[in-house]
Nanobody, 123 residues
């Protein structure tokens, strides 16, 4: 059973940075596709990025381009989301999700989810 635990969220001022972590257990990270999604109040869950076997698949639209970056440390069994130049519209609960091998665009296709971590961007 894959277990995912997000951390690193919090309150940050506009223009600031955060690095979110997704700790993975219960399955070999090498065989998993790990994606980051976010969900703001009243909005659908939207994809950010996914990494599988060293290949990164971009799921985001232009609003996150050049500001968000996914990475993975297999030794630490952790996937990261570096977020720079944060904006108030980035405020959301951020989730990591997993499936075996394949990165999907749709959140519905991921079998495993973490509990989420809140990111609030405000002055």
């Amino acid at each position: 059973q894959v277990q995912l635990v997000e951390s690193g969220g919090g309150l940050v001022q506009p223009g600031g940075s955060l690095r979110l972590s997704c700790a993975v257990s219960g399955f070999t990270l090498d065989y998993l596709a790990i994606a980051w999604f976010r969900q703001a109040p009243g909005k659908e869950r939207e994809g950010i990025s996914c990494i599988s076997n060293g290949v990164i698949t971009t799921l985001y639209d232009d609003s996150m381009k050049g500001r968000f970056a996914i990475s993975r440390d297999n030794a630490k069994k952790t996937v990261y989301l570096q977020m720079n130049n944060l904006k108030p519209e980035d405020t959301a609960v951020y989730y990591c999700a997993a499936d075996v091998w394949t990165c999907y665009e749709s959140a519905r296709q991921y079998d495993y989810w973490g509990q989420g971590t809140q990111v609030t961007v405000a002055s």
